[in-house]
């Protein structure tokens, strides 16, 4: 295998796809800002194109090689193949430990000067974060240190994700009722719906989102709750009364509630249907981002892991972002399972939405805070520079 050496400084991220759509949302996000901001020649390794083309309708599945949004994305198929020093880019990032190639690492010992290696952490907002943040690792036997680099939620980290420009399209889309309208009536969304208080709804299977339908639909407010194909599948198909899993473009109204099926839509228009919501439900790491800087009140289904695990990193989120009303707190614990007693959906929905105009304000201060610690993108540049 022979890789031309680009011009600019070129950097090769690899990503593996565990499950789901965050692994190469977070990477192909980073990747095209990287290319886009800093004008890096950037080649994206991945092994599943299937789970890309869901959130990038542009990826071709059967392709070894294509050129999307300036980016240069390659199939890692497997972990065979020789490469040279030629073939290594001046910054290598593996996301989330996976193992890059052997033959690649052989390579990037070969290099003069060698590359700065970099593993891409998953975000939390536990305090041993800050400890392993920039952490060194030498390899076993080759010449080689790989850095530890976390994004976060402080200066203490390396930050999160976020496009120079994201504030002002937000706040243009969102001054903008007609703007906002024109897209979601492409999902079908009515007049009435528009009027309504909306939802989008992203979580993993476990949520208690029939016992939530009961309640929305038993609400005083209107409510439409949009939910892209194959989230909360059983509780959605229940709902629209569908003999079979409901498809996108399915509705039903039933009280005060209607749950339209969206399809699943590309990465830059997720963000707008953050934005045109009034609460999000969002899951696992980049969504729960996304949410971050939609400027709505949100609420985050975390990512399950054994032993309950998951519930630490919660609540060490929690108590970061500051959820000082009990009733921010005590949804989001029961919305994950977290909770000791069973919840009453009723109360905790009835005090949620009370306390929703002051969840709004305080997520709005949130991003202004978050804002002061710059991006990822541009923190992890500037680390390779002081370790180049
Ligand atoms: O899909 P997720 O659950 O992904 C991940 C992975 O499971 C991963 O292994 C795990 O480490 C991580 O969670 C914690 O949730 P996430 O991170 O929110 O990623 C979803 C991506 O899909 C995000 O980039 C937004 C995008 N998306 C769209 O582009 N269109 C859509 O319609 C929707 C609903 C999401």
């Known amino acids: 295998m022979h890789l031309n050496k680009h011009q600019a400084t070129s950097l090769a991220l690899f990503c593996k796809v565990i499950d789901n759509y965050g692994d190469i949302g977070i990477c192909w996000r980073l990747a095209r800002q990287l290319e886009r901001e800093h004008g890096i020649a950037v080649t994206l390794w991945v092994d599943d194109l299937s789970s890309f083309q869901r959130i990038c309708p542009e990826v071709l599945i059967d392709c070894n090689e294509q050129q999307i949004a300036a980016v240069t994305v390659r199939h890692w198929r497997d972990q065979d193949g020789g490469f040279t020093p030629d073939d290594v880019a001046d910054i290598v990032i593996e996301f989330f430990a996976c193992d890059i190639p052997p033959g690649y690492i052989t390579a990037m010992a070969e290099c003069n000067p060698r590359p700065v290696w970099l593993n891409l952490e998953g975000l939390s907002a536990e305090e041993w974060v800050e400890g392993c943040h920039t952490l060194p690792s030498p390899h076993r036997s080759l010449p080689l240190t790989k850095y530890f680099f976390f994004p976060g939620f402080n200066n203490k980290t390396g930050g999160l994700p976020l496009e120079s420009g994201l504030a002002q399209q937000r706040q243009q889309f969102q001054s903008d009722p007609a703007a906002m309208a024109a897209f979601l009536a492409q999902f079908g969304v009515t007049p009435t719906e528009m009027a309504s208080l909306k939802v989008s709804l992203f979580c993993y299977p476990q949520a208690p989102v029939a016992a939530l339908f009961e309640v929305w639909q038993g609400n005083a407010t209107a409510m439409t709750c949009l939910v892209p194909e194959g989230v909360a599948a059983d509780a959605v198909q229940a709902f629209i009364g569908a003999s079979g899993p409901a498809k996108a473009g399915a509705s039903a109204t039933r009280g005060a509630l209607t749950v339209r099926v969206l399809p699943f839509i590309p990465q830059p228009d997720y963000d707008k249907l953050l934005w045109a919501c009034d609460l999000n439900f969002v899951r696992g790491e980049d969504s729960f981002v996304r949410a971050q800087w939609a400027g709505k009140a949100f609420i985050w289904h975390i990512y399950p892991q054994d032993k309950n695990l998951h519930h630490v990193k919660l609540n060490a989120f929690l108590q970061c972002y500051g959820a000082t009303t ?46 002061l610690h710059g991006d990822l993108a541009s923190n992890l540049l500037t680390f390779v520079n002081t370790v180049r």
């Open 326 to 371: 009990d009733s921010l707190m005590g949804f989001s614990l029961g919305w994950n399972g977290a909770e000791k007693e069973p919840v009453d959906w009723h109360a905790a929905w009835s005090e949620f939405q009370a306390d929703m105009p002051k969840i709004a304000i305080m997520s709005l201060k949130w991003q202004e805070q978050l804002t």
